[in-house]
């Protein structure tokens, strides 16, 4: 079903684009990412599902030993919800973020109810009647509410789910509301992230991974107008490179045009609307507080082919810290645009605290050729980090991208992050599952086990 | 270390024993029954943990591939959490709620702060007092609050886990602490649970199961004077079998004498203090505004060779539920103290929607040979369920029991019991640990996957 899925997602690809440009103003890199995003993850699950036996539940692990006779034994399961997902979701994918969350509970037989953002939900909302009008899924297995979402959380019980992807403080009202709190529903968030990019304390100006990092932060800055959960937002770099990287970094961001979409000489948008400009502005302010801006302060700033009064576009800013374990605003705002920060570091035991200043974060990259550099940074920071991306001088080019969310590897982070888990694979069944265990006579518990897919395939 | 610990612990178990009967009350089976389960789980994990390799992480699954060529690669890991194990515990089990969440944390090498419940701190504080004196752990791995908990989780961090076990109410104050939410602070939950034990439709008096679940709910009731978070709470019987199963359970419970545990004729014990036995008459108050009282309204009741004045007694009390469906405290209320409820069913759907009222719980029971009635049972309940127990003739006395939690299988349960999960072998390992993704060079994460121990550890 999810391949069918897929393919009429596909059909329409050319429509989402369009919609994309109308209420997103998303030129056509930025409509891909979350459109082909979208059907690329809809299509990997589809592919991977495979790899799942028939069966009304999963199977977990070996048999377990109760009785000296082995005629009373333990075995764990892990069952589908028998309540309904919901998600919660940003604005910033309307696509992706349906299909990314959809996807793993569909194929886990639990029905799915999405609230998407309301500045964007007309992308969602086209989404979902299509994959309705398909009759792909049985009646009832999605459903779309479009608007405030009001109530919702009142009517959620043990047996649901809800998954929210949006700022930390609606995440922490969505999990104090007080009938997820009595009931105890499983909540999966994704929230605020102050990502982290780091340079190798070799990388001199000239190599290849100084370059990549450079093109790198630039391509996060300015895809989808840096309105990425994982978009890098501090770039730590060895202090004695902090001024020379900064140059190169807005040599390049210079040959990049802001402006109307439309326009196919413009290659960065603008923000989603309004209230996102000006929320841009006011963390630039914090920011500004405690670093210097490098580039992007023009009080002239002309977006191309757009009337600035009537349109949302941000300045690509650039920002130099020079005192990253003092700074404050640095590792706490998150300014959703166009935006980043150089933070200077001294060496591995600086590098690790600053980085962990981030407080939880989705995503943190290491370009350097020391591997243990590389290991040791890995070692520092992982457990604060729901993905950790290293690249050196034979990998190149090859790599995923520091913002790119693939399917097959965990998307998600601790604290500041929100601390859910999605993706990673066929682990993204989990949330939709319970584990539970069956103590109980030898030969009925391996009977029903032989009902069942082992979860061994959830990590393949 | 933990077989080291287990030890020092067997070493004074008479000690704790004596601690037991002082603080709770608790005869020689109640003490046992926590002390012995403590060291019991603390000697199961340093068993099992020997299936460990040694390593600074776990890894989970097989390399990913991201590039065509195989040099990019991904691979997922499980990161001890570098914060503390913060633990609540409940006043029913200071020694074994210690050390069922301690030996999972310590392995994991995460160090414990344990805050026991005041009215039964005691037995905690000394079993801490002896692991730290015993020299086995490093300074600082161990530490324990006693008295109120006042600002503890205002000092939490993203690193650290709470892990609570009490009640519902206190549950959401846990979880909506500003600083938990805030910093979205890792919180594991077991709460309150009306669990259930099924007869089947074809036990009729006479039958070895029927006399098995008589004696179970019997065993349930008296043992801590009910005072367990999976004692049976609610008996879900055949309607035609409900006079007959209710006489059998009263004619056993009068030849149990409650009394003072002091005393050799004495098998039922108070419960911990006055406040919880008043908790028990007020439950009760409302359990009989829809149940029928059986046994244990005897307005004359009088412990064995104790002042009811100042003792905490509980007569052990069976009720009777005619209208299960339309009941609402049996499935409600958890009067933490010997009180259970017999509620009719009539067949299987009837059977699975009564149960599922109890709105997540920590364990069920099914006593059948009907292997289809009790697979149906299982896949109706198991979802709202941490642990089914199925007992059929060729089990017989050799299950574990409904309310002993052995260390290899889950512990826990959705909705009001918390959602939290414990035990189940290295499973609990998973609590302390924080999953991540690496992207990088094949050699490089080859190199560091070889430094780490296998998930595949924690489900065999």
Same mark, same amino acid.
């Given at each position: 079903?999810?391949?069918?899925?897929?393919?009429?997602?596909? /059909?329409?690809?050319? =429509?989402?684009?369009?919609?994309?440009?109308?209420?997103?103003?998303?030129?056509?890199?930025? /409509?891909?990412?979350? @459109?082909?995003?979208?059907?690329?993850?809809?299509?990997?699950?589809?592919?991977?599902?495979?790899?799942?036996?028939?069966?009304?539940?999963?199977?977990?692990?070996?048999?377990?030993?109760? $009785?000296?006779?082995?005629? #009373?034994?333990?075995?764990?399961?892990?069952?589908?919800?028998?309540?309904?997902?919901?998600?919660?979701?940003?604005?910033?994918?309307?696509?992706?973020?349906?299909?990314?969350?959809?996807?793993?509970?569909?194929?886990?037989?639990?029905?799915?109810?999405?609230?998407?953002?309301?500045?964007?939900?007309?992308?969602?909302?086209?989404? @979902?009647?299509?994959?309705?009008?398909?009759?792909?899924?049985?009646?009832?297995?999605?459903?779309?509410?479009?608007?405030?979402?009001?109530?919702?959380?009142?009517?959620?019980?043990?047996?649901?789910? %809800?998954?929210?992807?949006?700022?930390?403080?609606?995440?922490?009202?969505?999990?104090?509301?007080?009938?997820?709190?009595?009931?105890?529903?499983?909540? &999966?968030?994704?929230?605020?992230?102050?990502?982290?990019?780091? +340079?190798?304390?070799?990388?001199?100006?000239?190599?290849?991974?100084?370059?990549?990092?450079?093109?790198?932060?630039?391509? =996060?800055?300015?895809?989808?107008?840096?309105?990425?959960?994982?978009?890098?937002?501090? @770039?730590?770099?060895?202090?004695?490179? +902090?001024?020379?990287?900064?140059?190169?970094?807005?040599?390049?961001?210079?040959?990049?045009?802001?402006?109307?979409?439309?326009?196919?000489? $413009?290659?960065?948008?603008?923000?989603?609307?309004?209230?996102?400009?000006?929320?841009?502005?006011?963390?630039?302010?914090?920011?500004?507080?405690?670093? =210097?801006?490098?580039?992007?302060?023009?009080?002239? #700033?002309?977006?191309?082919?757009?009337?600035?009064?009537?349109?949302?576009? %941000?300045?690509?800013? +650039?920002?130099?810290?020079?005192?990253?374990?003092?700074?404050?605003?640095?590792?706490?705002?998150?300014?959703?645009?166009?935006? /980043?920060?150089?933070?200077?570091?001294?060496?591995? =035991?600086?590098?690790?605290?600053?980085?962990?200043?981030?407080?939880?974060?989705?995503?943190?990259?290491?370009?350097?050729?020391?591997?243990?550099?590389?290991?040791?940074?890995?070692?520092?920071?992982?457990?604060? *980090?729901?993905? @950790?991306?290293?690249? &050196?001088?034979?990998?190149?080019?090859?790599?995923?991208? *520091?913002? &790119?969310?693939?399917?097959?590897?965990?998307?998600?982070?601790?604290?500041?992050?929100?601390?859910?888990?999605?993706?990673?694979?066929?682990?993204?069944?989990?949330?939709?599952?319970?584990?539970?265990?069956?103590?109980?006579?030898?030969?009925?518990?391996?009977?029903?086990?032989? +009902?069942?897919?082992?979860?061994?395939?959830?990590?393949?």
């Amino acid at each position: 079903m999810l391949g069918k899925i897929a393919e009429v997602l596909a /059909a329409s690809r050319d =429509e989402y684009f369009r919609l994309s440009l109308l209420n997103l103003g998303a030129n056509q890199a930025d /409509a891909s990412f979350d @459109v082909d995003g979208a059907i690329y993850t809809m299509k990997y699950y589809a592919k991977i599902g495979r790899a799942l036996a028939e069966g009304k539940m999963l199977k977990e692990g070996a048999l377990i030993p109760l $009785s000296k006779s082995n005629t #009373f034994v333990g075995q764990h399961f892990l069952m589908p919800a028998k309540g309904a997902a919901v998600f919660i979701n940003a604005f910033n994918f309307p696509a992706w973020g349906l299909c990314e969350k959809a996807a793993p509970a569909l194929m886990s037989g639990v029905p799915v109810v999405v609230k998407p953002a309301s500045p964007t939900a007309w992308l969602t909302h086209r989404m @979902v009647e299509d994959i309705i009008k398909s009759d792909i899924l049985p009646p009832g297995a999605i459903s779309i509410i479009c608007g405030s979402a009001r109530d919702l959380l009142d009517h959620v019980r043990e047996e649901d789910i %809800v998954s929210f992807t949006g700022s930390g403080d609606t995440a922490a009202r969505v999990r104090s509301h007080s009938n997820v709190l009595r009931r105890s529903v499983r909540v &999966n968030i994704e929230a605020d992230s102050i990502n982290s990019a780091i +340079l190798g304390p070799e990388c001199a100006p000239g190599t290849d991974l100084f370059d990549l990092l450079v093109k790198e932060v630039v391509r =996060e800055m300015t895809l989808k107008a840096g309105q990425k959960c994982t978009t890098i937002r501090r @770039v730590l770099v060895p202090r004695q490179q +902090l001024k020379v990287f900064g140059d190169a970094v807005i040599a390049r961001l210079r040959s990049m045009k802001v402006g109307n979409p439309r326009n196919p000489e $413009s290659n960065v948008g603008p923000v989603v609307n309004k209230a996102q400009q000006s929320s841009c502005m006011e963390g630039l302010v914090k920011l500004k507080e405690e670093c =210097e801006v490098l580039f992007g302060d023009d009080k002239d #700033f002309q977006p191309l082919d757009a009337d600035p009064q009537k349109s949302a576009f %941000v300045q690509p800013a +650039l920002l130099s810290c020079k005192n990253g374990r003092d700074a404050k605003y640095v590792h706490d705002v998150e300014v959703f645009g166009p935006v /980043a920060t150089l933070v200077a570091y001294d060496g591995l =035991e600086d590098l690790v605290a600053i980085t962990r200043r981030g407080l939880g974060s989705l995503v943190a990259s290491v370009f350097s050729n020391e591997a243990s550099f590389t290991r040791e940074t890995i070692l520092g920071i992982g457990d604060l *980090h729901g993905r @950790v991306l290293a690249v &050196n001088s034979a990998v190149g080019t090859q790599h995923t991208g *520091h913002g &790119n969310v693939v399917p097959s590897c965990l998307h998600g982070g601790p604290g500041r992050a929100g601390g859910g888990e999605e993706l990673a694979g066929l682990r993204a069944l989990l949330l939709y599952h319970r584990r539970f265990a069956v103590q109980g006579p030898a030969d009925s518990i391996t009977e029903l086990a032989g +009902l069942c897919a082992d979860t061994a395939a959830l990590y393949s």
